[in-house]
């Protein structure tokens, strides 16, 4: 989901308050992961990083036997996480469209990817990051 910081206002409805009607939100199902139903999952479909539009690796709306499959979504967790094959199409492709310095070392120290030097950028710019969702 997407909350707009620019202008201080956005909206996340899940479950029965969730009306359809209201013209001013869009909408995804939830999904009920049979093995696992205490967890919300939604039909990611595709990731758009600038105007690209991704094809998923895999199909991230249905389960397996076991449970496996689907997309969490937990808005107590502070990081997005990915299945390695769909982080390494993502930060491929978002890197692919930087023009900064990466900085191998925070990346390293952090353990997180995708560290740039913007230091001294007046007007710093990045792709935007877009997920497609069921519905």
Do not use: W
Not at 25 to 54: C, D, H, M, Q, W
Not at 55 to 60: G, Q, T, V, Y
């Amino acid at each position: 989901y997407c909350l707009d910081y620019v202008n201080n206002s956005s909206k996340i409805v899940v479950g029965n308050k969730a009306v359809p009607g209201d013209i001013s939100l869009t909408y995804t199902p939830l999904i009920i992961n049979p093995i696992y139903p205490f967890f919300y999952y939604l039909g990611l479909e595709a990731v758009s990083i600038g105007r690209k539009r991704l094809n998923l690796p895999f199909n991230s709306a249905t389960f397996d036997s076991k449970g496996n499959g689907g997309t969490i979504i937990d808005s107590g967790t502070s990081f997005t996480i990915f299945p390695e094959a769909m982080y390494s199409q993502i930060a491929g492709e978002f890197a692919s469209q930087i023009g900064y310095k990466r900085v191998p070392g925070a990346e390293s120290t952090t353990a997180l990817g995708l560290c740039y030097n913007v230091s001294g950028v007046e007007n710093i710019q990045f792709p935007q990051f877009a997920f497609h969702f069921k519905g």
